[in-house]
Nanobody, 121 residues
């Protein structure tokens, strides 16, 4: 059974940093991504990593950095200079065998349960 488990969320003050982890089990993934969803908003793509290549959005560039440890089957998201508007539930995800765009949530087959990040001003 494939499982993705996020950890590392919490409450942080604006300007602070946090690192999220996503541990995968049941299958080895070489392609994974991070999304977030704020209240009343659609799920938003942040970054993805596929065989070492990184895909990102402008909004997540500069402050967020995705990395992976293939030996541990774990992906990370380092977040710096956090802002109140970063408050959201953060999800890790992995696509199925066939996908066309890593930036689209619909292309992902496996999802973690999410971890809450709250940034206070």
């Amino acid at each position: 059974q494939v499982r993705l488990v996020e950890s590392g969320g919490g409450l942080v003050q604006a300007g602070g940093s946090l690192r999220l982890s996503c541990a995968a089990s049941g299958r080895t993934f070489t392609t994974m991504g991070w999304f977030r969803q704020a209240p009343w908003k659609e799920r938003e793509f942040l970054q993805a990593i596929s065989d070492g290549r990184i895909y990102y959005t402008e909004a997540a560039l500069g402050r967020f950095t995705i990395t992976s440890d293939n030996a541990k089957n774990t992906m990370y998201l380092q977040m710096n200079d956090l802002k109140p508007e970063d408050t959201a539930v953060y999800y890790c995800a992995a696509p199925g065998e066939n996908y066309s765009s890593l930036r689209a949530a619909s292309e992902y087959e496996y999802w973690g349960q999410g971890t809450q990040l709250t940034v206070s001003s």
